[in-house]
């Protein structure tokens, strides 16, 4: 038979054989857990006796789904929770709640008080919670904000690069759509040279006949000249003549 201080130390050691911790669920790279009651013997992953709730860290703030009853339950029989399990039992108040019914079960405190205080701690913990998640949202709003300037200025530079990228094509395109126009003006040149050649051949031809008019013409006054000399003397002598018949 064994004695009472041995059984008493047995009944302890099978009360924290009862660990409260995590179970990983989900795939990788994006994993939440359950909050599970399992023999400490068992695997992480493993069977477990109660599952008393929920954790996500995949959302900010992170998502705590949590059976307080079950939990202040759990811990008042003796379970021992994880490191990491106990902060997240802190910070839903399972913790809190069960170092109230110790004092309760001490005489220390009433039912009421103990209800009291808890429901102050759980008020001014929702009101840090919701002054958190409004900071959180101003903070991602302006995170978006400063992402979308910065996009803007990338946007800007961007297209800047690309305009005196393409600047050279369009100097080069307007100088080929120009290059037609040229073209043209050097065929209506080209065009209008036969017509002055033309002009200039008549030109040289019609010089040699001016030519000969011009001869022609100093040869008729030469022609007649002689006649007029002639003329001339044969009238002075037949007006001398009855002059001196007159004498």
Sequence with gaps: MQPCWKKENQQIKNIQMVKLRLRRQGRKGKPFYYIVAADARAPRDGRFIERIGS??????????????????????????????????????????????????????????????????????????????????????????????KREEAVKLEREKAIAAKLAPEVEATEEVAEAPEAAAEATEAVAEAPEAATEATEEVAEAPEAAAEATEEVAAETTEDPVAAESAPAEEATEDKPSEDND
């Design 55 to 148: 954790y996500n860290p995949n959302t900010n703030p992170a998502t705590i789904d949590l059976n307080l009853d079950d939990a202040v339950r759990w811990l008042g029989n003796g379970a021992v929770p994880t490191d990491t399990c106990r902060a997240i039992l802190s910070y839903k108040g399972a913790m809190y709640k069960h170092h109230l019914n110790k004092g309760v079960n001490k005489g220390a405190l009433t039912q009421d008080q103990a209800d009291e205080k808890f429901n102050a701690w759980l008020s001014e913990k929702e009101s840090k919670v919701s002054a958190k998640l409004d900071s959180i949202s101003k903070s991602a709003a302006e995170l978006a904000a400063a992402a979308h």
